[in-house]
């Protein structure tokens, strides 16, 4: 069975970061995208960031260009999203998600970590 599981969500202050992880499992990592997708309450869902391992490519959304990095660890079947100059709006559950096109429908989500940012 196909399975996402993210962690490293949590609380932290303005300016602060954060590292997600996103485990993967049940499928052939190397052929799928895996990316990054937040909802917050009252706001559209947001494309975050996604990385395709076949291509060595990286992409990110302009709200987060610049603050966040994303990276895989492809031995652990693992992508991280390293979240840097943290800000009140990035506040969202943060889901892990698997398809095969970046920016297109992801077949696969993640239950979704809660990344609080204070001001």
């Known amino acids: 069975e196909v399975q996402l599981v993210e962690s490293g969500g949590g609380l932290v202050q303005a300016g602060g970061s954060l590292r997600l992880s996103c485990a993967a499992s049940g499928f052939t990592f190397d052929d799928y995208v895996i990316g990054w997708v937040r909802q917050a309450p009252g706001k559209e869902r947001e494309g975050v960031s996604c990385?395709?391992?076949?291509?060595?490519?990286?992409y990110y959304g302009e709200s987060v260009k610049g603050r966040f990095t994303i990276s895989s660890d492809n031995a652990k079947n693992t992508v991280y999203l390293e979240m840097n100059s943290l800000k009140p709006e990035d506040t969202a559950v943060y889901y892990c998600v698997a398809g095969a096109v970046c920016w297109s429908y992801y077949e696969y989500w993640g239950q979704g970590t809660q990344v609080t940012v204070s001001s």
């Open positions: 990385i395709s391992n076949s291509l060595g490519k990286t």
